[in-house]
């Protein structure tokens, strides 16, 4: 291995601006999935069937199918069967970001559903014998457990996600894999220059795993029960204040 060739793919410019691409995509994709694996956790709990097979339905394709597939159709078949996604107006960023969020979705509704199910029923009960609207006991009782709960899972998955976005290579997004391959295809350097993508994305997650660490700590001591009772206890100063 050239030390010098080393040391500039590591300082590169195609690596630093590879790195915004794969920090920009990881975060996109991992707030719409987590927004869409809310929604279909809470469609798992419907009291209608059919609701709780379509949510069903969503997670089995979407962890059935690779994620590379998934970003190979968004690439290039949805094109097809959407006209108006032809040409500049679909750029390789948006097709990425769909793909992994529909994917990330999929996920984070087990995540969610598994947190979901880990709080008593009899805090919801409670709560809306007070009078609490079901919107309130979601925010206030619900929320701040489920917070809890999923953090680890949550944040392991946001690490997964962060590395699982190098298969946007296979789409031509400009991400570090993508930038790193470009740059070793003409000067064949594939030591030095995968080194240094992988360095790029070990800092990259030791970065996570510390924030994860600190998000742990954050709401390791707020007990679940304890939680539940200033939310329902301040519902029902509230209430009698009125």
């Known amino acids: ?63 059935a199918v690779p994620t590379l597939v998934l970003l190979l159709f968004f690439w ?45 029923d009899g805090q919801r009960l409670a709560a809306r014998a007070l009078g609490m609207p079901p919107a309130s006991v979601f925010r206030r009782v619900v929320l701040p457990q489920l917070v809890r709960v999923v953090v680890p899972a949550a944040a392991n998955d946001f690490i ?11 789409i031509s997004l400009r991400e570090i894999m993508s930038n790193t391959q470009a740059v070793i295809a003409s000067t064949f350097r594939f030591a030095e220059w995968y080194t240094a993508a992988a360095i790029y994305y070990m800092v990259l997650v030791s970065v996570f795993m510390v924030l994860q660490a600190w998000l742990e700590r954050r709401y390791v001591w707020v007990s679940q029960p304890a939680t539940a009772r200033r939310s329902i206890l301040s519902m029902r100063g509230n209430t009698s204040a009125r």
């Open 1 to 63: 291995m050239d030390v010098q060739i080393f040391l500039g793919a590591l300082t590169s410019r195609a690596l630093r601006e590879g790195l915004v691409v794969t920090i920009a995509l990881t975060v996109v994709s991992f707030i719409a999935g987590f927004v869409i694996g809310l929604a279909v956790a809470l469609l798992r709990n419907s009291r209608f069937r059919v609701v709780r097979a379509a949510a069903w339905t969503y997670i089995w394709v979407f962890r």
């Open 76 to 120: 290039n078949a949805l094109p097809q069967l959407i006209p108006a996604l032809k040409g500049p107006n679909y750029p390789a960023f948006l097709a990425a970001a769909i793909a992994l969020s529909v994917n990330e979705g999929a996920y984070a509704a087990e995540i969610l559903r598994g947190g979901l199910l880990s709080i008593d």
């Open 160 to 170: 997964t996600l962060l590395k699982i976005t190098s298969l946007a290579s296979v």
